[in-house]
C-alpha cells in the first residue's frame, strides 16, 4: 500500500512571507501523481497544484510552487508572499499509474498572521 | 454547472438507523469516489468507482455500501450506523484518478 506523511500538523507564517510545507510518501511505482489539495474554513476541498513524476520540472502555479525530489520521495509545497487567504488545511495526496486508489496526508494547518 | 452536489449537508442519526448520503456529478466523469474525514486522519477513501456498473472497496469500506447505476449518480448507503462513523463526508469525481478530483461540499453526520 502507499503511504503519504505530512509531519507538521500545525504551522504558521507572517502575511507576505514564504512557508514551506513538507509531505513524503512511500511507493514501489515508478509513475505517479502527486497532488497538493487546499481546505479553507469553508471545507471545500480545491486543488492547488498537481505534480507527474515522470516530469522532471517542478510544477508551479502563481504564488505555489513545488520541490519534487523523486529518489528521496519527497514533495513540499512552498507558498510565497503569503496572504491571509491561504489559511486553511493543506492536504498532500497520491495516484499510482496503475491504481485506481487515492491515497491522503493526514494534512498541515497553516496559519497566516497579519 | 453545478459540479458535484451532496444532499444532506448534515445529518443525526441514531444507533443502527440507515441512510443514503446522495452524490452527483454533471461533468460527465467516469471515476467517482467516497471518502470520510476525521481529525487527525485526513481523507480516507471508502469505496470508488470507474464507471457505471463498476464499484471498488477503498481503505475503509467496513459499514458501507456503493453503487453506480448511472455515470452522475453515487449513493453511499450506511446499512446499520454506528458511533464510528460519525464524520465528514465528502464525495469527488474526476475523468480520470490521476487528474484533478472535484469535490463535493461535505456532509456532517452525527451517530448518536
Known amino acids: 500500500a502507499q503511504t503519504v506523511t505530512q509531519s507538521q500538523p500545525e504551522m504558521s507564517v507572517q502575511e507576505a512571507e514564504t512557508v514551506t510545507l513538507s509531505c513524503t510518501y512511500d511507493t514501489s511505482e515508478s509513475n505517479y501523481y502527486l497532488f497538493w489539495y487546499k481546505q479553507p474554513p469553508s471545507r471545500q476541498m480545491i486543488l492547488v497544484i498537481r505534480?507527474?513524476?515522470?516530469?522532471?520540472q517542478n510544477a508551479t502555479e502563481n504564488r505555489f510552487s513545488v520541490n519534487f525530489q523523486k529518489a528521496a520521495k519527497s514533495f513540499s509545497l512552498k507558498i510565497s508572499d503569503s496572504q491571509l487567504g491561504d489559511t486553511a488545511m493543506y492536504f498532500c495526496a497520491f495516484n499510482s499509474n496503475t491504481g485506481n486508489q487515492f491515497y491522503f496526508g493526514t494534512g498541515t494547518s497553516l496559519t497566516v498572521i497579519p | 454547472n453545478a459540479g458535484v452536489t451532496q444532499t444532506p449537508k448534515f445529518q443525526v442519526l441514531k444507533t443502527g438507523q440507515s441512510m443514503t448520503l446522495q452524490c452527483a456529478q454533471d461533468?460527465?466523469?467516469?471515476?467517482m469516489s467516497w471518502y470520510r474525514q476525521d481529525p487527525g486522519m485526513g481523507l480516507r477513501l471508502i469505496h470508488y468507482s470507474v464507471g457505471a456498473g463498476i464499484t471498488d472497496q477503498g481503505e475503509v469500506p467496513n459499514g458501507y455500501n456503493v453503487s453506480r447505476s448511472t455515470t452522475e449518480d453515487f449513493p453511499l448507503r450506511l446499512l446499520s450506523a454506528a458511533p464510528s462513523q460519525t464524520s465528514v463526508y465528502f464525495c469527488a469525481s474526476s475523468r480520470d484518478p490521476s487528474y484533478e478530483q472535484y469535490f463535493g461540499p461535505g456532509t456532517r453526520l452525527t451517530v448518536t
Open positions: 461533468m460527465n466523469h467516469e471515476y
Open positions: 505534480q507527474e513524476a515522470y516530469k522532471q
